[in-house]
């Protein structure tokens, strides 16, 4: 499966991916995922939203079971952030059947739409969608880089835009949500562990900063005349590291635009994106708070998530399945961690990073850890599945 789709997306000069939501590589991937389904002879449903299930048994009948993640990149992100948490699901499948297990309820494998948001600019867009935190009217005017709104990229890819919303038929089908994830930082390294289990999910959130000048002639006019916006975006900049260690927080600019973008013009506009996360949900806000009063900009807010505790019977079931797995927080955001807000008991599986590095193409895991990700994967599906 992995050799499938390894290169889909795939930038060769830089080994980075580019799989951003409803692009060509992202619509060839979604075609593997329901190929994948076929195969097994899974049926295989696409919400309003568009996100992707594959069934074995009727959830109709009874909630089941769902594993699974995301197969969308961030820019330039690693191989591992969302796909692994697909293959896994299907590998994990694979290895209940070959042990024979019936499953005693309905087992799903999903694929959540655009979950890093690299493209409208809101992450787990898919769930939030269906589980209603998102206005499909604001979902359907988001645009991306070039100008194209969501609603025009879904006509596109031959999709009724106004079938976006709350989607509790689907959602109803979810009695339990389980993702495995490569680990986003080394605490499996430091613990000695292939896998790990969630405990909880920071706060965190996007914003974007638009600070007003006045574009002009980089060789005529002089440094007092100048209103050049870049000079509060770069304070704004510096102002967020230092408030950010004040906090106990993380904030980060990590994307932004200037405009005209010329070397020899003082530039007009510049927007940028701060994205800010931490333990503790006041001590977020009180740093956003600050730096939209030191900066001068216009800020809006583009999305937010609350602290997510995993349910705790569930996650400690998990880390007994898989034979006594740490369990630790993460500052990242995942589709589990909207269904958990949602009401859904869920939980994550994280397979050692040796690095820690992601969202970069150096992202890694060694395989004899994904192979130990997919057998604790299905020790947990069949214990939550029954026999
Ligand atoms: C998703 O990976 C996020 O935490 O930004
Ligand atoms: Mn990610
Ligand atoms: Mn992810
Ligand atoms: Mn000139």
């Known amino acids: 499966m992995w050799g499938a789709i390894e290169h889909l997306g795939r930038d060769d000069r830089t080994r980075g991916y580019l799989r951003d939501a409803w692009s060509p590589a992202d619509l060839e991937l979604r075609q593997w995922f329901r190929q994948e389904a076929a195969g097994r002879g899974l049926d295989l449903r696409e919400d309003r939203n568009g996100n992707l299930w594959a069934w074995w048994g009727d959830p109709s009948e009874r909630p089941g079971v769902v594993t699974g993640s995301h197969l969308d990149s961030v820019r330039q992100g690693g191989a591992f952030d969302g796909p692994l948490g697909v293959v896994s699901a299907f590998a994990a499948l694979d290895v209940l059947r070959a042990r024979g297990f019936e499953p005693g309820r309905p087992l799903g494998i999903a694929c959540f739409t655009d979950e890093e948001g690299a493209r409208f600019g809101v992450p787990c867009m898919g769930s939030r969608l269906l589980t209603g935190v ?50 986003q ?48 975006f770069a304070r704004t900049v510096l102002r967020a590291r230092e408030a950010a260690e004040r906090g106990g927080v993380v904030a980060t ?94 939980a994550m599986v994280f397979v050692r990073n040796p690095t820690g590095i992601s969202h970069s193409p150096d992202e890694y895991a060694e395989t004899a850890d994904c192979h130990a990700g997919v057998t604790a994967l299905a020790t947990a599906l069949e214990d939550l599945c029954g026999s």
């Open 134 to 183: 998102l206005d499909p009217d604001r979902a359907r005017g988001l645009t991306d880089d070039e100008g194209d709104s969501l609603a025009e990229v879904l006509r596109g890819a031959g999709r009724d835009p106004g079938e976006l919303g709350r989607d509790p038929e689907t959602l109803g089908h979810v009695g339990v949500f389980l993702e495995l994830h490569v680990e």
């Open 185 to 232: 930082g080394q605490d499996l390294v430091h613990r000695d562990a292939p896998v790990g289990v969630a405990s909880a999910i920071w706060p965190h959130g996007r914003w974007r900063f638009d600070f007003r000048g006045q574009a002009n002639h980089a060789g005529t006019t002089r440094l007092e005349d100048r209103d050049d916006p870049m000079l509060p």
């Open 253 to 346: 600019f990590g994307k932004f635009r200037v405009s005209p973008n010329n070397a020899n013009a003082v530039p007009g506009l510049v927007s940028a994106w701060l994205d800010a996360r931490g333990g503790e949900e006041a001590a977020v806000r009180a740093l956003v708070a600050e730096l939209v009063e030191f900066s001068g900009a216009e800020v809006s807010a583009e999305s937010w998530t609350p602290v997510v505790d995993f349910d705790v019977v569930l996650r400690e079931r998990i880390a007994a399945a898989v034979g006594g797995a740490p369990i630790l927080a993460t500052g990242a955001g995942h589709d589990a961690g909207i269904l958990a807000s949602a009401g859904v008991p869920s």
